[in-house]
């Protein structure tokens, strides 16, 4: 079966208290099933998850970091609010959020809104996913299983790709344990992180800048099971402890 | 313009020799554009990049870290074979390669193949995937656009996700240098990998296993624009330096 991909057109600028369940039933006739991407910078916006560059006191701690990364303390105080663990300072903060993602600067953004604003990501990305796919139920009376996404850096490999923040209606890892291959071995690989496949593949239709498609459904998307434990435990991060020697 | 995403089904179990041009293009009508992903471990079926433990001696620096990864010595030394440069040595080999791409056991595969077989990364995937192209030209008369992929684990992140291994007909990067946001700034990320965000959504749609889908074809996907620097340099790979350090 073809799986369609779909990118939402003509969505304004989103600004505190737009109802994005609803404007978006406005653009695309779902179907059940369906998987629709929203870009966590315009749910952000919408639910009001932004800061004023101006009200922000940065701390000393702030203050020392910024003097490294060449940044707005004030800035970097809106960064070390979001982090429970700096991973790195320089030459960029690598931090954990609440919910264990790892983010540059600890997700939060500059671009594609007001000056002298800041998007963070949202708080409870997964009450976020969920709230958004009960309010599309509400809307159009579908089914949509929800993604929010991220433009998010990687290790060894250049470039962004777009990685999975919260969602709801699948889980985050397919989880391939107990199958075998097409000889009949067990598989060693078992864990696909179906996820964030799906969200780097709908950030590529998101593009960057000005593209001002912060929606992306896909249509005929399977279903896989699996579990939710998307970020590794500190503990078990073979790359993280190595970076913590240092 | 929708994209639509199409898995190749109906593939056999490739051996050696086999013309994968020809046996895609008696099950897809493929359109000029067409992106094909292709999973790495049936190319290399193919085109016997693949290699028999039983063939294989190991040095007394393989049987050195198989003591500690608990492999067979003699797959150790197919990795390091395969390895420029060795990252960690436990509790999994990671290392990179003459591309420059970062892998566990520098992409060596014993799923979906014989018992004492090992399927190595094609040693040259540009031109493996400019030949693939090449044929499917010839064979289809369509001008296809090609990646190569792999299942390959993250940092931070649980679960693997595909990623490209070699291109043809694109860049891996769209570089959105000199783009502006939806308020006129100029932007903070600029290189989307998006080469690995199409071999993401593919990988997906291949699944793992005995799938039996080791092909699938993006049809109106747009073109960018970018270049092919995918992998850090290691002097500039901040991870990469830090780990080295231990
Ligand atoms: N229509 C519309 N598009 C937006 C808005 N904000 C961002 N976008 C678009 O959504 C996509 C992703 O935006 P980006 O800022 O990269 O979001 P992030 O990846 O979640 O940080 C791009 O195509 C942007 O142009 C908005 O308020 N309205
Ligand atoms: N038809 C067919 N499918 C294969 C073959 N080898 C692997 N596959 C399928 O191709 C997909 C990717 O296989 P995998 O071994 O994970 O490849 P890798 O990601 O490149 O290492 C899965 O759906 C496999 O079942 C083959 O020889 N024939
Ligand atoms: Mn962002
Ligand atoms: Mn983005
Ligand atoms: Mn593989
Ligand atoms: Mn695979």
Chains 1, 2 share one sequence.
Request: charged share 25%; glycine share 8%.
């Amino acid at each position: 079966m073809h799986i369609e991909v779909i990118p939402v057109e003509g969505l304004p600028l989103i600004h505190q208290g737009d109802d994005l369940a609803e404007m978006i039933c406005k653009l695309v006739a779902f179907e059940d099933g369906d998987v629709l991407c929203l870009a966590s910078s315009v749910y952000s916006k919408a639910h009001g998850h932004t800061r004023l560059l101006d009200e922000i006191v940065p701390s000393a701690n702030a203050e020392r970091i910024a003097q490294k990364t060449h940044e707005d303390p004030r800035f970097v105080q809106a960064v070390l609010d979001d982090t429970t663990d700096v991973i790195l300072e320089d030459p960029f903060i690598l931090s954990e959020t609440v919910t264990g993602h790892v983010g540059v600067r600890a997700g939060l953004d500059h671009s594609n809104v007001e000056d002298g604003m800041v998007v963070r990501l949202p708080p409870d990305p997964m009450t976020a996913a969920a709230g958004l796919r009960d309010a599309l139920r509400v809307v159009c009376g579908k089914e949509i299983r929800v993604i929010i996404t991220d433009t998010c850096g990687r290790s060894f490999r250049r470039g962004q790709a777009g990685v999975a923040i919260g969602w709801s209606g699948m889980t985050a890892i397919r989880d391939f344990r107990g199958d075998h291959d097409l000889f009949g071995h067990t598989l060693e690989i078992t864990e696909e992180a179906v996820v964030d496949e799906v969200a780097g593949f709908s950030n590529f239709v998101m593009g960057e800048s000005n593209n001002g498609i912060p929606a992306v459904v896909f249509r005929n998307c399977p279903q896989w099971n699996g579990h939710d434990d998307l970020h590794f435990r500190r503990d078990e991060d073979i790359i993280r402890q190595a970076l913590g020697k240092n």
